[in-house]
């Protein structure tokens, strides 16, 4: 798909005092104390790690970075998404887009939480294309009519608003990531909170969202009960890592708080889980990847600061660990 999430780039300005004695009042009047945050001073940009944020200040996101920016809710917070693969042509450059995706909430109370199935349609946008220098230069003079230009454009943009179909399926505590596979898309796999890991097929609720009209149904906050395909307790506390092989179909890996790692094989219509787990951390395995040419490797990445490569054919220790920082190790990815 043509349409990516992207981490919203933000600069920061200064709060005035009346915003900082603005708390607790109404979202108007926070809003309008914002605006007036805004109009106070210059933009700097916000660097995150270097720049502290005083008592007060906000920051605040510059649209003309983006081609389209809009949020939507499915309702809770939530920890993890992953895009949906879909059908419908991999070049996709012309608005409005369409887009499939599953999310996992955290819920105030365990019971409250689903997985959300959604699909996102009538996005809608401009396409900027790179202006030369010389040709900023030479056009200077009508940078007023050409703001007046974008400015309709922004305001015809935003009546078109994109329509948001959505199914809730229940599940057990907190979501704490969420994968689908890319060979089957229907088929998403879950971590959660309680320290099981879940495979689901969403077949039927992503042909539902599919068939959907140009508005969204009441039916749409239903929370529907469905039986995953496999459930497994093996893992001694919960996780967050987990990674479908994009080589072999259905292969799987899940690493816990614990440090422990457990492969996952297809069988038929259900998975063999590898009861002995994968040992090379010390601390909780924050993070996996399987590799992107090899599919029997995969890389995972610790609190404990390293970064283990192992081979599923050898025995169940890193083939390669790297002492890589000394901190925590979030996130690990291949160069493709």
């Given at each position: 798909?043509?349409?990516?999430?992207?981490w919203v780039a933000q600069s920061r300005r200064p709060a005035s005092?009346?915003?900082?004695?603005?708390?607790?009042?109404?979202?108007?009047?926070?809003?309008?104390?914002?605006?007036?945050?805004?109009?106070?001073?210059?933009?700097?940009?916000?660097?995150?790690?270097?720049?502290?944020?005083?008592?007060?200040?906000?920051?605040?996101?510059?649209?003309?970075?983006?081609?389209?920016?809009?949020?939507?809710?499915?309702?809770?917070?939530?920890?993890?998404?992953?895009?949906?693969?879909?059908?419908?042509?991999?070049?996709?450059?012309?608005?409005?887009?369409?887009?499939?995706?599953?999310?996992?909430?955290?819920?105030?109370?365990?019971?409250?939480?689903?997985?959300?199935?959604?699909?996102?349609?009538?996005?809608?946008?401009?396409?900027?294309?790179?202006?030369?220098?010389?040709?900023?230069?030479?056009?200077?003079?009508?940078?007023?009519?050409?703001?007046?230009?974008?400015?309709?454009?922004?305001?015809?943009?935003?009546?078109?608003?994109?329509?948001?179909?959505?199914?809730?399926?229940?599940?057990?505590?907190?979501?704490?990531?969420?994968?689908?596979?890319?060979?089957?898309?229907?088929?998403?796999?879950?971590?959660?909170?309680?320290?099981?890991?879940?495979v689901w097929d969403f077949k039927s609720f992503l042909n539902s969202?599919?068939?959907?009209?140009?508005?969204?149904?009441?039916?749409?906050?239903?929370?529907?009960?469905?039986?995953?395909?496999?459930?497994?307790?093996?893992?001694?506390?919960?996780?967050?890592?987990?990674?479908?092989?994009?080589?072999?179909?259905?292969?799987?890996?899940?690493?816990?708080?614990?440090?422990?790692?457990?492969?996952?094989?297809?069988?038929?219509?259900?998975?063999?889980?590898?009861?002995?787990?994968?040992?090379?951390?010390?601390?909780?395995?924050?993070?996996?990847?399987?590799?992107?040419?090899?599919?029997?490797?995969?890389?995972?990445?610790?609190?404990?600061?390293?970064?283990?490569?192992?081979?599923?054919?050898?025995?169940?220790?890193?083939?390669?660990?790297?002492?890589?920082?000394?901190?925590?190790?979030?996130?690990?990815?291949?160069?493709?």
């Amino acid at each position: 798909s043509a349409l990516a999430f992207r981490w919203v780039a933000q600069s920061r300005r200064p709060a005035s005092p009346s915003r900082r004695r603005a708390r607790g009042t109404k979202k108007a009047d926070a809003s309008s104390s914002a605006a007036a945050a805004v109009a106070s001073g210059p933009a700097k940009v916000w660097q995150p790690g270097v720049d502290a944020l005083e008592e007060g200040e906000e920051l605040q996101f510059d649209p003309e970075a983006y081609n389209y920016l809009r949020g939507f809710s499915i309702g809770w917070p939530c920890l993890s998404f992953d895009v949906v693969q879909d059908q419908l042509g991999l070049v996709r450059s012309e608005f409005p887009h369409t887009l499939y995706g599953v999310a996992g909430t955290q819920a105030e109370k365990a019971p409250w939480n689903y997985i959300g199935v959604f699909k996102l349609s009538n996005i809608n946008g401009k396409k900027r294309e790179p202006i030369p220098s010389s040709k900023v230069d030479a056009d200077s003079d009508m940078d007023s009519d050409s703001s007046s230009d974008e400015e309709e454009e922004e305001e015809t943009n935003e009546d078109i608003k994109p329509i948001l179909h959505l199914k809730k399926v229940a599940h057990a505590g907190c979501v704490n990531r969420i994968r689908s596979m890319t060979q089957q898309p229907h088929i998403c796999a879950t971590w959660g909170d309680t320290g099981h890991v879940q495979v689901w097929d969403f077949k039927s609720f992503l042909n539902s969202v599919a068939d959907s009209g140009p508005v969204a149904h009441k039916e749409d906050d239903i929370i529907h009960n469905h039986v995953p395909l496999k459930i497994f307790n093996g893992h001694k506390d919960e996780g967050y890592a987990i990674d479908w092989s994009p080589l072999v179909t259905g292969r799987l890996v899940s690493g816990d708080c614990n440090s422990c790692i457990h492969l996952w094989e297809p069988s038929s219509s259900t998975w063999d889980v590898d009861t002995k787990p994968f040992v090379g951390h010390s601390a909780s395995v924050e993070d996996l990847q399987w590799s992107p040419t090899e599919g029997d490797v995969f890389a995972s990445c610790s609190v404990d600061g390293k970064i283990c490569i192992w081979d599923v054919r050898t025995e169940k220790k890193p083939c390669m660990p790297i002492k890589a920082h000394n901190a925590d190790v979030n996130v690990v990815s291949w160069n493709r």
